[in-house]
């Protein structure tokens, strides 16, 4: 099984409705990390969060929320999902940046309609 | 301005053949830099990092270039399953902002 688990690994829906993507893992690491994918963009942060009680914004986090249920889960929702955002969805978790190793989960797959 | 910048490719070369990746940032106080590499639909998973000294990891040498502001990836005797794509990854304040560049697509020809 995978250590860094997404749910749903791929989603399509329509402009408008609230989407949420799941993150899970078990590597007992602090950090945990959102990152949306796209052509020619690369990889860019979205939230991040650092234990249950920390959340912290990245670079695109417009038209976005999250929630550190646990130390182990870490969602991201659209409240209203609209086109733009169809990409693909990593979350990533990390123990200490001094090994500067992310874990990634398989990804995320949204298609907004 | 981008924090991390790749020639994004592609390179298509012939298998045993050496390619070069360049990598440059722009903030010099970037501390941690790194590079993954990512499967066609896969995640990205760590292939090293890259530390001042530079260093070798089999076929595979990394080099920093601090004054430059540049990363290097060296891959000698290239193998069909070296292709893929390659990201060069920064860190600047250690702990909380990885950036990743867009990519450089790699593909090995038989």
């Known amino acids: 099984d995978a250590d860094v688990t997404q749910t749903p690994r791929n989603r399509i829906t329509k402009t408008g409705k609230r989407i949420m993507l799941e993150c899970s893992q078990t590597?007992?690491?602090?950090?945990m990390y959102w990152y949306r994918q796209d052509p020619g963009l690369g990889l860019r942060l979205i939230y991040y969060s650092f234990d249950v009680k920390d959340i912290n914004k990245g670079e695109i986090s417009d038209g976005y929320s999250v929630s550190r249920q646990a130390q182990a889960k870490f969602s991201l929702s659209l409240e209203s999902a609209i086109p733009n955002q169809t990409a693909l969805y990593f979350c990533?978790?990390?123990?200490?940046?001094?090994?500067?190793?992310?874990?990634f989960g398989e990804g995320s797959r949204l298609t907004v309609l | 301005r981008k924090e991390v910048e790749q020639d994004p490719g592609p390179f298509n070369v012939p298998e045993g053949a050496t390619v070069a990746f360049n990598c440059t940032y722009s903030n010099s106080a970037s501390q941690s830099f790194f590079w993954y590499r990512q499967d066609c639909r896969k995640e990205p998973k760590l292939l090293m990092s890259?530390?001042?000294s530079g260093n070798e990891d089999g076929r595979f040498t990394a080099q920093l270039n601090r004054a430059s502001q540049y990363i290097s990836l060296l891959i000698r005797d290239s193998k069909l399953s070296d292709s893929a794509t390659y990201l060069c990854v920064v860190n600047i304040n250690t702990g909380n902002q990885f950036y990743f560049g867009t990519g450089t697509s790699l593909t090995v020809i038989p």
């Open positions: 590597k007992g690491h602090d950090r």
């Open positions: 890259v530390y001042s």
């Open positions: 990533a978790t990390s123990m200490t940046a001094s090994t500067g190793e992310l874990f």
